[in-house]
């Protein structure tokens, strides 16, 4: 049997924010990191998948985005530009504000779902929307989708951590998450 040290336990139950061991382990269910009472809300821990809602452009009334897991694509009505390709929101996001800093279009871009993470394949994305509930399966790409996808967001991921956005330890944890997708 494999014996866990105190550390490993500790850190595994305990607050992404300010290391704080929890009692009762909760997840933000954006980003799905567990914090404790005080860094639970997404402004307090700065959470990586709300930071950008502020862009995303409301196409429908009624819809909600999929922040946890939809890929975003990057739009300004300024100047024509779109993404080549969609990513999740915390990559988009950062697109974009790199696009408003480097072509200087400061209004008039947003970020638009286009579709949801195919890595996410197992789960469904639940909201409530007027009292009704609203299910969202996920498909499955094929594989060189699936390790094309992989790559772009490591690529992604590793630019967050240069820039600053993300810290060394969000950077590890995620990108060992995206490995594992690959296994």
Do not use: W
């Amino acid at each position: 049997m494999l014996k866990l040290s105190l550390t490993t336990k500790t850190k595994a139950n305990s607050c992404l924010f300010c290391g704080d061991i929890l009692k009762s382990p909760s997840k933000c269910q954006y980003c799905g990191f567990k914090f404790c009472e005080d860094h639970m809300s997404t402004d307090n821990h700065q959470c990586g998948k709300t930071r950008y809602a502020e862009y995303v452009r409301k196409t429908r009334i009624n819809e909600i985005p999929n922040l946890a897991s939809g890929i975003f694509a990057v739009v300004c009505d300024t100047c024509g530009y779109k993404s080549a390709k969609g990513s999740l929101i915390e990559f988009a996001g950062e697109e974009l504000i790199q696009h408003t800093q480097i072509v200087g279009c400061a209004t008039n871009v947003f970020l638009e779902e286009v579709g949801d993470n195919p890595q996410f394949n197992s789960q469904t994305i639940e909201a409530k929307s007027n009292e009704q509930k609203i299910v969202q399966p996920i498909t499955r790409p094929n594989d060189s989708e699936e390790k094309e996808n992989i790559v772009d967001q490591l690529t992604k991921l590793a630019s967050l951590r240069e820039s600053g956005v993300l810290s060394n330890e969000e950077f590890l944890f995620i990108k060992k998450e995206i490995i594992k997708k690959l296994q």
